[in-house]
């Protein structure tokens, strides 16, 4: 098993850099690749960084030019990039702690065609800094969503995830960024089918 890291970055300089080194520090035999996603509106300070990256791990740290635009975007440019048998989508300013991927490998080890989610909720872990009125209402959120839709998920909003390289790249991606308005289909439920 390896995986591939895809770091999103636009303005992140030191948080970029001491991402991949804390990586590097607990899981560098599972990680194939970093693969930092740029964009036009990507710094000088946070270009200079990614470079320095590549200079110093060559070739594990590749620089990915987002052809397409929005945070979507950079996603799916990174998944189809991706040459690792898993892709673990992070944030390259700490949002996402570097501590949790040895977690997420072990557990996909155990279940290669699993996605792994990590979660702020899980018993042990919280949240630092965080507005306490957003705190309470992230939790109600979180809680009444995975009643509704009947998921054990503790947290449904937090994209860090372990995915199946194979599955990410077979998806027909369709939005760049969460749609403007969403209307019911008929066919709404003929996934879960088929």
């Known amino acids: 098993m390896c995986v591939s890291i895809v770091l999103p970055a636009i303005n992140e300089t030191v948080a970029l850099r001491e991402t991949v080194q804390r990586i590097e520090a607990t899981n560098y035999g599972d990680v194939l690749e970093y693969l930092i996603v740029l964009c036009r509106r990507t710094t000088r300070q946070c270009r200079a960084v990614a470079e320095a990256l590549v200079a110093e791990l060559p070739p594990r740290v590749r620089i990915i030019e987002q052809q397409l635009p929005f945070v979507g975007g950079a996603v799916r440019d990174a998944f189809a ?114």
């Open 81 to 194: 990039a991706a040459r690792g048998t898993h892709v673990i989508m992070m944030a390259s300013d700490l949002e996402t702690d570097p501590a949790a991927v040895p977690l997420m490998v072990a557990e996909a080890r155990r279940r290669r065609a699993a996605i792994i989610s990590a979660s702020r909720w899980k018993a042990g872990v919280g949240f630092e800094g965080y507005n306490p009125v957003k705190l309470v209402l992230n939790k109600i959120f979180q809680k009444t969503f995975a009643a509704l839709y009947r998921v054990r998920l503790t947290d449904i909003t937090y994209a860090y995830r372990l995915f199946p390289t194979e599955l990410v790249q077979s998806i027909q991606w369709e939005e760049l960024k969460h749609p403007s308005s969403w209307k019911p289909s008929s066919n709404l439920c003929d996934s879960a089918s088929k």
